[in-house]
Each structure stands twice: as C-alpha cells, then as structure tokens.
C-alpha cells in the first residue's frame, strides 16, 4: 500500500474516532478529555486490538490490517455499510473494480432523449454528463458551462446555488458520494483532478473534504429545484445503474409538483 493511500486510511479512522462520544460507546462519562470523541486507547479496546498497533495504523505506518480487523473497528466506531465498505478500499482489502475509459453504450445512450419532458441523463464516474435530454440542459442551467460535469457545476457555478434549492445537504451527499467513488479507483487521475480543482474553486470543498464523509448512491426520492422558466419545482427522481457499467447512474426527473 502506499504512504498516500495509508495516510488516507489514517485519516478517515481518526475522523470516524473523533465523532464518537464516549456515551455512544457505551463508556463511562470522565469530566477530563483532551481530545474530542474516543482515545485511541478507548477503541482499541472495543475493537479488540493493541493500542499501540492501532496508533501505528492510524498514523499511516507501514502495518497491514487484517479483513477481520478491520471489520470489529468498523464495529466499533459504529461505521455504515458505505462507511465500512470505503474502509475495507483504503486499506486495500476489496478489489476496487477494473480501470476503464468512461463511455457509454449507445443504448443507455439514448435513453434520456427518449423521456420527452422528463429531465434526465446518464452520469459517469466523476459526475460528467455523458448523455442528456433538453429538459436537462435546460433545468440545470448553464451546465455546459460548467463542462457538462455536475460536481464542477455544484460547486463553482451560482447558477447551482439557485437550481438547487436545498443546495447544502445536496452538494455535501454529492462530494461524500465523489469520494466513495475515488476511494474505488485509487490513483486514478481523473479523482485527482476533480477533487484538486474542487479545493481550489470551493471554500465548502476544503472545509467539507477533510472530515472524511462516505455516502451510498441514493437510488429514488424527491428533489426541490428551481427551474429557470416555471420556478420551484419538488420533483420525483429514480437512479439506475447499468449492469455492466456500475460506476454510471441514469438520473430521470418526473412527477413534478409547485411547492
């Protein structure tokens, strides 16, 4: 494993360490604590392991973490399935899937144009609009501005701040989401370039990135967005991902209701 990819799980077992409360452990309240959340001490004994082994893990040194391990320090730090599933990458224990150049098929392709006035598209990996409808391109507006890429969109065009209506929540799921998917393709460049440009355009970006949140695709629900020429709109979506294309998301908009 290399240094930058322990120190990335160095970091993210510190931030899910320092968000844990003592009571929500089940440990005893102490009136002196210098650090916010657990000691390591604390977890290490939860999880069953050596306090100093834990600190040279967490310290980025060169330790390998067995699967088992890792799984009662998941427990312990109460992680979610996508938090644990993002731990097991960092320490290279679930095969991150094969590298491959972002396309897709003609038949996915055309879906979007076939939903009429419906807003939809297909995303790739690093959130680039691959394939659209107008009612898309005209829902979020100025998007081809933005290079066609929704996280650029988010965080460095105003016109997202307006479309989106609860822009916080959102854009903080979409990096959360940005980085599960970088943590699936280690040392792919586009992430670099993507998260690196984000930090420069975005004060959100690098206040939100250090604090190492994970999140799962969220596949259907309802969204509010501002359309450019009928105003507030509380849409439907749903999310489906192509069988042999796991990384890209079909994002259809429908049911539309005035809020």
Known sequence: MSADRRRELGLFLRSRRERLTPAEAGLPHTSRRRTPGLRREELAVLAGISATWYTYLEQ????RASGQVLRALAAALGLDPSEE???LLLAGHTPAPP??????SPEIAAVPGLLGDSPAYVAGATYDVLSHNDAAARLFENLD???WNLARWTFAFEEARRVVVDWE???RHLLARLRTLAGRHPGDERFTALV???????PEVRDWWPRQEVRAQRLAGRKRLRHPGTG?????????HPAERPDQTLVIYSDPKPF
């Open 99 to 104: 590298r491959e150049a972002e396309a897709v």
């Open 169 to 171: 929540p959102e854009a």
């Open 85 to 87: 599933d993002h731990l």
């Open 232 to 240: 507030p709109v509380d849409y439907a979506y749903t999310a489906f």
């Open 60 to 63: 980025g040194r060169d330790v």
């Open 145 to 147: 501005a933005a290079g």
């Open 196 to 202: 690196g440009e984000l930090h420069e355009v975005s």
